[in-house]
């Protein structure tokens, strides 16, 4: 298992020497040591990947489609053991974390396939004399920082585009789950990706980070991760207009409309908001449900969230695992307190729950009525496995309480009404739309938020725009 940095296909240590540990945080045991790089070695990942444009830039998509075809292959044929690695650095439940391999495959493969079908236009002149051409073209060195949630998903969603459009890259992961990256290197090379084509450093990321921002020859960042952090990134990169992408935090609500299938908001809801133990973006962070289903919905919630099996992720048949560290579940349990005190009831969960020969970084699948806009929970993304009920009466009051948020990534909302719908719908001011779906991201659809939770899109051929400068072209003949 590869455990150190990847420049121009080197694997490296930290000039300094200097280390971070990875624990697994079920047990917080030491599962490896990474180098803890800075700007130094950055500036150097910077110029193997500047190095190795113009030639990768220059193989038509079609060839270059042939190695992402291979590193998406094997990923199929090394599944297993991404999963588990995942699993032992990020703590999600292996079946998860095989989906996420699966999932995180299916960006490459996407992509290797999409590239191909980045056209130009002709465009008809106003005089017989000229001609207009608009080509596309790579952005150039491209730089991506991503988090622990989805340790494989969120770089090969930024890898795989960049790639395919032509452009070379400097990916910054997580501290905290560096080693699904790593593997990510070692099977790039193994598929025949050209050496500087793809580089990872880990470490100090702020040092990293403002090097990656500052340094002119990256022309491209694309960060997901929190709206502090996209904040500063967007700060840094004024002065040498560094082109963005910012998937930041989200604050999800979830609408049930008397009119639903309760079943089915019923499997959404579980799905929306336990799902990697309630630490992603677009998990449900609120629900509305409206007056006359809400005693069975909520009822349902109970008896589901409550079966639910809390465990270490490496246990088969585990639902919920850890939570990442013991800063989030800090978040989590304030959250939960702060609720309690101001008049929310806690009708199952709400506290941690033991896990034999683990950390105590376990919180059980909570449900909590009667949330009210005062509550942190209300507005501060929660990243744990509660559940915060309100009801409603009015459409209208649901999808004002829906938008009364900083943020705008991912909102659902379900009914069997056609027109409600399509008006609700269009009525979110949110980028990603769940309507009858806990589950909508897949790599052929648009992904991203609004307001403060950010701008630029990943997925089908959205993303594309992202890596690609657009090239007008004046011909006079
Ligand atoms: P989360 O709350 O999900 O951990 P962060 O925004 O803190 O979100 O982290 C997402 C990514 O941003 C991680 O790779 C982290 O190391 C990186 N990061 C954190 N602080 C900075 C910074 N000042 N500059 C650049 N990257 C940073």
């Known amino acids: 298992m590869q455990t150190r940095n990847l420049i121009n296909n080197q694997w490296i240590d930290a000039d300094s020497g200097a280390t971070i540990d990875v624990l697994d945080p079920a047990t917080d045991e030491r599962i490896a040591v990474i180098p803890s790089c800075g700007a130094a070695e950055t500036r150097r990942a910077i110029e193997a990947a500047a190095a190795a444009l113009p030639e990768w830039r220059s193989w038509t998509a079609e060839e270059r489609a042939v190695p992402l075809r291979r590193l998406a292959q094997l990923m199929v044929e090394h599944r297993e053991r991404l999963a588990r690695l995942m699993t032992s650095e990020q703590g999600k439940p292996l079946s998860e974390a095989r989906g996420e391999i699966d999932y995180a495959r299916s960006f490459i493969a996407w992509a290797a396939e999409e590239g191909k079908r980045v056209c130009g236009e002709t465009i008809p002149a106003s005089t017989r004399d000229k001609r207009i051409l608009v080509l596309r ?15 494989s998903a969120m770089i090969t969603r930024k890898m795989g585009p960049a790639l395919a459009c032509g452009c070379t890259m400097v990916i910054k992961p997580s501290e905290l789950t560096p080693l699904s990256a790593f593997a990510l290197g070692e099977l790039a090379i193994e598929a025949g990706i050209p050496a500087g084509v793809v580089n990872i450093v880990t470490g100090d990321a702020p040092a990293i980070g403002a090097e990656l921002c500052a340094n002119p020859t990256v022309r491209k960042l694309s960060f997901t991760g929190s709206t502090a952090v996209g904040r500063i990134l967007m700060r840094q990169g004024a002065e040498n207009l560094t082109r963005l992408s910012l998937e930041l ?14 079943e089915a908001a019923l499997s959404g809801a579980m799905a929306s908001k336990f799902r990697n133990t309630g630490q992603t973006c677009i998990c449900a962070n609120r629900f509305y449900v409206q007056d006359g289903i809400y005693d069975e919905f909520v009822a349902g919630l109970e008896a589901q969230l409550g079966s639910l099996r809390v465990g270490r992720g490496v246990d088969e048949g ?10 989030a579940m800090d978040k989590v349990e304030s959250q939960v307190a702060d609720a309690r005190d101001k008049g929310g009831r806690v009708r199952a969960g709400g506290a941690r729950v033991a896990v034999a020969g683990c950390a105590n970084r376990f919180y059980a699948p909570t449900l909590l009525e009667g949330f009210t806009r005062d509550m942190t929970i ?3 993304e929660t990243f744990g496995p509660v559940a915060p009920v309100q009801r409603f009466t009015h459409e209208s009051q649901a999808i004002e309480a829906a938008n009364d948020s900083e943020f705008g990534l991912a909102a659902y909302f379900y009914s069997r009404d056609a027109s409600r719908l399509m008006r609700v719908a269009e009525a979110l001011e949110y980028g990603v739309v769940g309507a009858n779906d806990g589950a909508p991201s897949t790599a052929q659809a648009p992904f991203g ?29």
């Open 137 to 151: 073209q790579p952005v150039g060195v491209a730089a991506a920082i991503t988090p622990w949630n989805f340790p």
């Open 249 to 262: 935090g989200g604050h999800a609500p979830f609408l049930v409309f008397d009119d639903a299938d309760v």
């Open 318 to 327: 585990v639902q919920v695992g850890p939570l990442i560290n013991d800063a």
């Open 378 to 380: 209300a507005t501060q």
């Open 449 to 477: 938020g609004v307001k403060h939770s950010g701008f630029g899109r990943e997925g089908g051929r959205y993303v594309m725009h992202e890596y690609l400068e657009t090239k007008y072209v004046s011909w006079g003949l």
